[in-house]
């Protein structure tokens, strides 16, 4: 079942159109990524999914009643999280909390901001005003905002944007916890492209205001053709770089490690012109495509 319906979504800013006519559905329980290079249009589609921006044209609809008419009632089931969101810099963290609890229809408003605080690690920082917070600070308190009331759908803007490895390990796996738990919905956008991959069941690409993929990370992974192919290389560097070159093949090299890009296919054959120069290699390692090899491309072709 659809949670959330896109359809025809267009957002103009005079003679420049930011989101060109896009339409997609968000199914009960997944998380749906939103990728593409900077000014793709993704801050400005999750903009109109929370009614903050009116779309030029589209219809966006959220458990099958309209946003624009049932913007409320709507809005007590959603919520968002973005790096880019400032809440009041002169409140301390708790009085944000509590204040934006108000917002909603909260039972057991106290107990509920409580155990918010304890998920996102925040006892220390009550009484902390936003101000003083580092960047990694800012984005723990953005996300437990975005929890507060027991939301059904969440829209994250780069939700581990500036915590450190262990904090961001942290909220993936909270995050998919709770999916399994509540069934809950979640668009995701975000730069780190193995994030996607761990955790994201689809993944819609846009670019230049269009949706240009919608697919599983694996599947988009697989439309790339080009392996990364790293040999540690002794004695032979020199020749092994000439074999790259007469055959056009891209190469980096690190220290005495080369790194060459080959279609899969490609690999037994490259491997055998090495043996017939007599260049010996101790390690090889070969590196699929991944969804960062997708991203990358687009960029290049944009």
């Keep these: 079942m659809a949670v959330l319906q896109v359809k025809n979504l267009t957002k103009k800013f005079g003679s420049f159109t930011a989101v060109d006519n896009i339409s997609f559905e968000l199914k009960e329980g997944e998380i749906l990524s939103l990728l593409g290079p900077n000014g793709a249009g993704k801050t400005t589609t999750i903009q109109m999914l929370l009614g903050v921006l009116t779309p030029t044209k589209g219809e966006v609809y959220y458990f099958d009643k309209d946003l624009t008419s049932n913007r409320e009632e709507i809005l007590e089931k959603v919520n968002f999280s973005s790096t880019y969101t400032q809440l009041p810099g002169l409140l301390t ?9 108000y ?12 155990k918010i605080v304890e998920i996102f690690r925040l006892k220390k920082l009550l009484k902390e005003q936003m101000k003083d917070l580092s960047s990694g600070q800012l984005t723990r308190v953005n996300l437990a905002k975005a929890f507060i009331n027991y939301p059904k759908v969440l829209l994250l803007d780069e939700p581990t944007a500036s915590l450190d490895p262990e904090t961001a390990n942290y909220i993936r796996n909270f995050l998919i916890n709770e999916r399994e738990k ?12 193995a994030e996607v991959e761990e955790v994201c069941d ?17 599947k988009l992974a697989k439309t790339i053709e080009i392996c990364h192919v790293e040999l540690n290389i002794p004695d032979g560097l020199k020749r092994t770089i000439e074999i ?6 891209i190469y980096r090299l690190a220290g005495r490690n080369i790194i060459v890009d080959l279609k899969e296919k490609e690999i037994p054959e490259f491997l055998k012109s090495l043996m017939d120069k007599g260049v010996n290699y101790d390690q090889i390692s070969i590196d699929k495509p991944t969804l960062e090899d997708y991203f990358l491309q687009v960029a290049k072709k944009n």
């Design 202 to 218: 689809r993944v819609i690409f846009i670019n230049k205001g269009k949706i240009i993929a919608d697919n599983t990370p694996e």
């Design 93 to 101: 963290v708790g009085e944000n909390l509590s204040f934006i609890s």
């Design 244 to 249: 790259c070159q007469n055959q056009k093949v």
């Design 103 to 114: 917002l909603y229809n909260i039972e057991n408003r106290k107990q509920r901001i409580n």
């Design 182 to 193: 509540f069934n809950i919905s979640i668009i995701w956008t975000s730069h780190n492209m």
